[in-house]
């Protein structure tokens, strides 16, 4: 079952306009990671936040982190065509006896129109 | 370093063979898990090997099972193959897996089941 649950589903931008997405979830976490996957093909690391962070930057990344609205979000500024993808968020659910499973959400689909 | 490789990329299968997915995970990770991707679904845990012994496991029937080698690579294999097991399988590394690691995914292996 997903542990996160990005918002929206699709989003549709043009070329240098800034995309948010979001992304909820249910239990307490460790930290919260964003992936990003091109069609068809593996997952990429983009970031990752702690739970003792509220806002994390990377290039034109801005992840902000809220553990009391158990939500985080995920800013891309001047898109680009090439940041057409889907966007995951991913966080450390337990899984019982001390150990931890990655639980992704179902993504969001970002297309960047150029 | 070399990425994480998958082999094979593409695979077709008939309902009730089984079939084996191999994945090489980046020099010096000792952590690989192995995710499935469907439309519907989205992405679910299937398992985690850290030094040769699965650490973790998802909520999959028996046919779906793996290991790993003293050189961290790790193999999945389901055995009689159904129509639902069509997905995009993905490996992942680390470096000691659990919470508050990133993972490298491969390309995956597209399973097509007639």
């Known amino acids: 079952s997903q542990q996160g649950e990005e918002d929206p589903q699709a989003l549709s931008i043009q070329e240098g306009e800034n995309a948010t997405m979001n992304c909820s979830y249910k239990?307490?976490?460790?930290?919260l990671q964003w992936y990003r996957q091109n069609s068809g093909r593996g997952l990429v690391h983009l970031i990752l936040i702690r739970s003792n962070e509220r806002e994390k930057h990377s290039g034109r990344l801005r992840v902000t982190l809220d553990t009391s609205k158990k939500s985080s979000s995920l800013l891309i500024t001047a898109s680009r065509a090439a940041d057409t993808a889907s966007y995951f968020c991913a966080t450390d659910a337990r899984s019982g006896a001390g150990s931890y499973q990655l639980t992704f959400g179902k993504g969001t689909k970002l297309s960047v129109i150029p | 370093k070399a990425g994480v490789t998958q082999t094979p990329r593409y695979l077709i299968k008939t309902r009730g063979q089984q079939v084996t997915l191999s994945c090489s995970p980046i020099s010096g990770h000792r952590s690989v898990s192995w995710y499935q991707q469907t439309p519907g679904q989205g992405l679910q845990f299937l398992f985690e090997y850290f030094s040769e012994t699965q650490r973790n496991k998802g909520n999959f029937p028996g046919r779906f099972s793996g290991r790993q080698f003293s050189n961290s690579r790790s193999e999945m294999n389901v055995s009689t193959l159904e129509l639902g097991d069509s997905a995009l399988y993905l490996c992942?590394?680390?470096?000691?897996?659990?919470?508050?690691?990133?993972?490298?995914f491969g390309p995956g292996t597209r399973l097509t089941v007639t």
């Open positions: 239990t307490s976490i460790n930290n």
């Open positions: 992942a590394s680390s470096l000691a897996g659990g919470r508050a690691h990133e993972q490298y």
